[in-house]
T-cell receptor
Framework: NAGVTQTPKFRILKIGQSMTLQCAQD?????MYWYRQDPGMGLKLIYY???????DKGEVPNGYNVSRSTTEDFPLRLELAAPSQTSVYFC?????????????FGDGTRLSIL | GDSVTQMEGPVTLSEEAFLTINCTYT??????LFWYVQYPGEGLQLLLK?????DKGSNKGFEATYRKETTSFHLEKGSVQVSDSAVYFC????????????FGSGTRLSIRP
């Protein structure tokens, strides 16, 4: 079972470069999320989506953009990479939102901005 | 707003020791409570959950009981193994259909052989 797949696993960017972090899920979940995890910290929600064509900001959306053209895919884009965006990024999905719906996570993308 | 506070780490124990990781929460209504585990180099995995007061979630020898009177959901295991070394996150989700999961800051657990 693939679950939630993130690519790439590692990436080093120069300041000002752009890139897209890919996320795909094969569980037909409507809800998808992007988090960042800074060293020794918990997870902060960047963006989320409740279904194809619908996205909304989370706690820390500045410097990021997302799109959701299909149920399966939820890419995260960094337009002008900054050192403050060095982090581990996790994509997650869930069948529903709220109540007792757990989230399923990918293995993460470790991103360094130099 | 809703929040989760968990025991700061790192926690280091010897194999077969008893484990407790404290977690308390602040929320309106009747949230669902979760423990997630993150092994090195991996994403978070759901370990256990409880959806109402006095429920006990359990999995892989870990247990946690939803205590509404003390707003707590402490994680326990009677005899830890080296393979339990990981970061553990307490989390809650409100009872509204619009609620998102709120995570604690995580507790790193290391088990010595």
């Amino acid at each position: 079972n693939a679950g939630v797949t993130q690519t790439p696993k590692f990436r080093i960017l120069k300041i000002g470069q752009s890139m897209t972090l890919q996320c795909a899920q094969d569980m037909n979940h409507n809800y998808m999320y992007w988090y960042r995890q800074d060293p020794g910290m918990g997870l902060k929600l960047i963006y989320y989506s409740v279904g194809a064509g619908i996205t909304d900001k989370g706690e820390v959306p500045n410097g990021y953009n997302v799109s959701r053209s299909t149920t399966e895919d939820f890419p995260l884009r960094l337009e002008l990479a900054a050192p403050s965006q060095t982090s581990v990024y996790f994509c997650a999905s869930s069948e529903g939102q709220g109540g007792n719906q757990p989230q399923h996570f990918g293995d993460g993308t470790r991103l360094s901005i130099l | 707003g809703d929040s989760v506070t968990q025991m700061e780490g790192p926690v280091t124990l010897s194999e077969e020791a008893f484990l407790t990781i404290n977690c308390t929460y602040t929320a309106t209504g009747y949230p669902s409570l979760f423990w997630y585990v993150q092994y090195p180099g991996e994403g978070l995995q759901l370990l256990l959950k409880a959806t109402k007061a006095d429920d006990k979630g359990s999995n892989k020898g870990f247990e946690a009981t939803y205590r509404k009177e003390t707003t707590s959901f402490h994680l326990e295991k009677g005899s830890v193994q080296v393979s339990d070394s990981a970061v553990y996150f307490c989390a809650l989700s409100g009872d509204s259909s619009a609620s998102k999961i709120i995570f604690g800051s995580g507790t790193r657990l290391s088990i010595r052989p």
